[in-house]
């Protein structure tokens, strides 16, 4: 698997990571060495959790197999932090004495001493931003994190987060963005996937399958034994549902069958080299499921396709994204 620098810094990732978020949940622990152990085999290295996925059980769950199943040192950990994981107002947000006690509960559920990559799960209105970097500052310098990434930004959180990060020397700068982005969701086109580039982040998208549509599994009906038919993700994948989001579909599995290979590595090829995009980060119920994403690790795109999939897929740009001629 092809190996990436992390934005403008000296982490170098696969460019494929693993998603973590069903583990401990909806995929038990044999599944889940089962996906690790193929994504390793693989040459993967980038495996992302956070301390909310499944209450903590996904962190657990990374634990447990970097201590018996795969070294810990061909592996480079993600996680984030500032959700809720505790009651009362010091329970979630990114304020330092929250962010602080999640590292250290999320080192703890995984048996680390460190995670490579730490990222702020989300903006917090409440928390002034330079003591929510502060903390970041701090797990840096105390050696439990290498690396600060932030999660769920937009254009002018992640353009005011990276300035000051790089206004004084010696603050951890920011180096990479964890969005949402697919051929299904390409607003961070807007402002955030520029302001990514003129700031030197690598983007890491979650949910590079239009949240599983893209794989044309949901093209006719809805398959009982996916998530798109459970109470709890019904909403989350129909959120993406619409008349254009079909026509991308049909767009994908229409290339899909003329380049031999399947929507899922369609989909996959066009996000993997878009600007600034790292390594989409792919989350599998199964290790089947899994396999299909590392299968599709040479599938290259032609640029006819690439551009008819641009075109059918372009989101909306108006005033000021796209400035009025003079």
Not at 208 to 223: A, D
């Amino acid at each position: 698997m092809e190996q990436r620098a992390l934005g403008r810094s000296g982490l170098v990732v696969s460019r494929l990571g693993l998603g973590t978020m069903t583990w401990g949940r909806d995929t038990d622990e044999d599944e889940a060495a089962m996906q690790l152990t193929a994504f390793v085999d693989a040459g993967g290295t980038l495996v992302d959790t956070a301390d909310v996925y499944a209450d903590g059980e996904s962190e657990r769950t990374l634990g447990r197999l970097l201590a018996d199943v795969v070294p810990r040192s061909d592996v480079l950990v993600a996680t984030k932090a500032a959700g809720r994981t505790a009651p009362g107002p010091m329970g979630r947000g990114a304020s330092r004495g929250h962010l602080l006690a999640a590292l250290d509960a999320s080192l703890e559920r995984m048996g680390l001493d460190h995670v490579d990559l730490w990222q702020l799960h989300a903006w917090d209105d409440v928390t002034p931003i330079e003591e929510t970097l502060a903390a970041c500052d701090t797990a840096v310098a105390s050696g439990r994190a290498r690396y600060v990434g932030i999660s769920n930004f937009t254009g002018w959180q992640t353009a005011q987060a990276v300035t000051w990060q790089r206004a004084w020397p010696g603050r951890t700068p920011i180096v990479s963005t964890q969005v949402e982005y697919s051929l299904l969701q390409r607003g961070i086109e807007r402002e955030v996937a520029p302001a990514a580039e003129a700031l030197g982040l690598g983007i890491l998208p979650w949910s590079p399958l239009g949240r599983g549509l893209l794989t044309g599994k949901y093209r006719h009906s809805t398959p009982t034994d996916s998530r798109g038919a459970s109470a709890e993700w019904q909403g989350f994948i129909d959120g993406l549902r619409s008349a254009t989001a079909d026509r991308v579909v049909e767009a994908v599995i229409t290339a899909a069958q003329g380049l031999g290979t399947t929507p899922l590595g369609v989909a996959l090829a066009w996000l993997r080299d878009r600007p600034c995009v790292v390594a989409p980060i792919v989350g599998a119920r199964t290790a089947h499921q899994l396999q299909a994403a590392l299968d599709a690790e040479g599938v290259r795109l032609p640029p006819a396709i690439t551009t008819a999939l641009d075109d059918v897929s372009a989101p909306h740009f108006s005033y000021p994204e796209q400035p009025r001629e003079h």
